[in-house]
């Protein structure tokens, strides 16, 4: 396995109060199983919150479990720190992480040493990266001046510089546009073929484009692991219908249809029909049709509703 | 050493495009101005030199405080720390490779606080005994990489370390014998004094200024060797534990 993950648990000890300090512990993994085998790309789907950072930032050494193992190319992640580093890159998202006021050029240098390169191949493989990414014309302009989605091919750059043989991209795609991220995930699935990727997103969508398998966490646990296929499936099992001007009666049938999960009517009018089950929007949207109407909307569940769908309704 | 070379470009690059960490460089003179005023008017031309050496010192303790305090500080801040120490490289050599760059750069602030001197005072600093000046200034720069390398640690412990960088600037110049000599300082206060390797440091450097031969130059320089490698040590020993004691609590970032 490239990355493996038993019972690994972390916690942290919230302080509050100035004389009197009250701690209370804060759970942000809570016993998480995970076994990605080499080469896999790996989705890390869940909402905000829900620990995928966490689980990132200690399978790159940089925090400590409070309980549990996990090891990267065989390597344990708190005793052979050294050993794990050599294997793998962390890559986060967002606009932080670099030296603004350097070059890109430079950024990848001085990442480039950290690995131990020397100074002829670090220039070698920057140079090369920077092209693969499409950064080779601003390679030398301060990365303070790069727009966010050039800095987001930055810090897939600096990830693949060294040639790790992991990779930990953490919500890579954050913030950027839909055009954006379709040649941001382009790049992905051409720079990363070969390599382990654990891919940590709440966009399921991304999931299902890049990843091999995709394990859902939520509040610090793995709830199901599976394949993007069923992803999609679930995602078309809990459609959304919006129409405008359905009659009592009408909304009194569509509720009646199986597989038909709520039917609600929102203060202007528009009645929502929510669905839970394969087929069910097919048969939905038939019947609104048959009856004429033809101002009907669908949309899929948000990846907070497919959890609620998913998790059997309880308190989040 | 790979890791100490990346740090060590690092800052240079740095350096070159952060102009507002030369700050000392616009302060020193200052000091050095008002210090050499004091002197001149007070009618005592042998303690000119001195003057004009503690305010070079106070704009090289200023750099190492403010500047070398902010590199893991600014890294946290940045997010580039937890990119930093998820990597194969030993991270106190990397803050090692900066702090020399840092040390080195302010150097240069003693060329030039004797040169405000001659432009403002008409005043020449000449260096009797250049040998002394020049080993005492290089083991004094070694307490120094140590001393920013401690702050630098130290300055992880809390979000926004100001307080305690600006309570390590001035009480430190008097301390070290930088404003006043340490023989005006209360009795109970000179051991204490005489544990920070600055104090000895600018005593050898005063040495060196003046026109007698200088005495107990072999323990005086035993002692501040002793001092600069314990303050070394003890940057580096700070540095480990807060990297550790950071990593549990998961501080390396800062948002």
Known sequence: MAISAVGLRRTYTRATGFLRRERSEVVALDGVDLQVPTGEVHGLLGPNGAGKTTLCRILATVLVPTAGTATVAGHDVVSHKRRVREELALVLGGERGFYDRLTGMQNLLFWAALYGLSRAES???????????GLAGRGEDRVGTYSRGMKQRLHLARGLVAEPRVLLLDEPTTGMDPIATKQFHAVIQELCEGRTILLATHDMVEAEVLCDRVSIIDDGRIVATEKPQTLAAWMSRYERIDVDGVAPALAETLRSVAGVGRVTVGTDGTTRVETTADGASETVLRILLDEGHTSIRTSLPSLEEVYLHLLGHRDR | MAAFLAGLRLQLWWART????????????????????????????????????GGGLIGVWMVCVQVGGNIIQHARWSGTFE???????????????????????????????????????GVAVVVPH????????????????????????????????????????????????????????????????????????????????????????????????????????AGFVVLLVVLRRASIRGTLHLV
């Open chain 2, 18 to 53: 952060n102009v507002d960490e030369l700050q000392a460089f616009v302060i020193t003179p200052l000091f050095t101005v008002l210090f050499g005023a004091v002197v001149d008017d007070a009618g005592r031309p042998d303690l000119f030199a001195g003057a004009v050496l």
């Open chain 1, 123 to 133: 220039d070698r493989r920057a140079r090369m990266v920077l092209e693969r990414v």
């Open chain 2, 130 to 233: 250049p040998v002394v000046l020049l080993v005492a200034l290089l083991v004094t720069l070694v307490g120094l990489h140590g001393a920013a390398t401690l702050v630098a640690g130290l300055c992880v412990l809390g979000r926004r370390p100001y307080v305690l960088q600006l309570a390590l600037t001035f009480p430190f110049y008097l301390l070290s014998g930088l404003v006043v000599p340490v023989s005006v300082l209360p009795d109970w206060l000179r051991p204490v004094s005489n544990l920070s390797f600055l104090t000895w440091g600018a005593a050898l450097l005063r040495s060196a200024l003046l026109p007698g031969e200088p005495v107990g130059l072999d323990w005086r320089f035993a002692v501040l060797a002793v001092t600069s490698a314990t303050t070394v040590s």
């Open chain 2, 83 to 121: 990119g930093l120490v998820s990597t194969p490289a030993a991270v106190p050599l990397v803050i090692a490779g900066r702090m020399a760059v840092v040390v080195g750069v302010t150097v240069l602030l003693l060329p030039e606080a004797w040169l405000v001197a001659w432009l403002v005072f």
